[in-house]
């Protein structure tokens, strides 16, 4: 899969579900459920335990019909792990330029994460087509980041943190190309609980939400014309 192949995928869905599970069986079972609702892409962080293990699971037992990513990567030992273990993007909370270059090296899609205008600009400038804004809720969330689209119109931009269902349209409206999202979609009370419909049914919630307000857009902009 080319890195082109991998943005268009999560820019057609517009959601990156983050999955932090104890096990791989607990993995497995949060993709499922996030599959059933709707969202074929799923991202793997590197802060539980045996992360590539869960990441080569899943890659088993999905094929090519999930999108496998890894997050959380700060490191390019970290970087060139996941790529072995047959991720097709890796996500860090920051601007790595070893991880960048392992994922470039490997014909892999890096998604660095920024929050300021510098930031940002220095991801751009190390070759990065999408960018993480993280963490985006906490800095003003939709406002934050349409002020930041603002000066970059073209940057492509996935926030992350204080995401969720009630205010994924926002984030759409101010410009995001796709959502990150993570405990609001896979809690780990959920997984605990074995309530994997409650999982479904948010995908399903978020899937509608960014279909909603992208044809609202869509409208608004054919309307303008």
Do not use: W
């Not at 993480?132 to 003003?140: D, Y």
């Amino acid at each position: 899969m080319t890195i082109d192949d991998v943005i268009h995928r999560i820019g057609k869905v517009g959601i990156v579900p983050v999955v932090r599970a104890a096990t791989v069986g607990d993995a497995t079972r949060a993709v499922e459920a996030i599959c059933a609702g709707g969202i074929p892409i799923v991202e793997i962080t590197m802060t539980i335990p045996v992360a590539t293990a869960v990441i080569a699971q899943v890659v088993r037992h999905f094929g090519s019909s999930v999108l496998v990513g890894a997050g959380t990567v700060t490191t390019a030992e970290q970087a060139r792990l996941c790529v072995d273990a047959g991720a097709e993007f890796i996500v860090s909370p920051g601007l790595s330029l070893a991880v960048l270059s392992v994922a470039q090296a490997s014909g892999k899609l890096a998604i660095p994460g920024a929050l300021t205008p510098t930031e940002l600009m220095n991801a751009h400038s190390s070759s990065a087509k999408l960018v993480k804004i993280f963490p985006c809720g906490n800095v003003g969330g939709p406002k934050y980041l349409r002020s930041l689209k603002a000066p970059f119109p073209n940057a492509a931009l996935i926030p992350t943190g204080g995401v969720n269902v009630s205010n994924a349209a926002e984030f759409i409206a101010a410009g995001a190309f796709a959502l990150g999202v993570g405990a609001d979609l896979v809690s780990e009370a959920a997984l605990r609980d074995g309530n994997l419909a409650k999982i479904t049914q948010t995908a399903r919630e978020l899937v509608q939400a960014v279909r909603s307000a992208r044809e609202t857009i869509s409208q608004r902009t054919v309307h303008a014309d």
